[in-house]
């Protein structure tokens, strides 16, 4: 199956079962209250690493294992901190995950 095909039935099924953008936005922000905003300030963050540490530096020939690892920490350190705020816990939910 092509990207592109992948891409066609992902929005179809997402069409099917009633999940557009929007409403996918407004059920974080009702069900998450304070968090769920947050989180979706993260999403970026995350597509930034992604984007411009993780692919380039597996395109340039580094371990996948150790970018993925370090991305992911990256990942964490931005969201954590946006969906919980700067606390004793999350806190330690970065210490012990790093």
Known sequence: MSPREQCE???STAERD?????????AVVLAGRLQGPRSLVGLPGSLVVIVGFVVPAIQDGASPVGVALVGALAVMSITIPLSHGVGPKSLAAELAFS
């Open 9 to 11: 039935r992902i929005r």
């Open 18 to 26: 009633g999940l557009e953008h929007g409403e996918s936005i407004v």
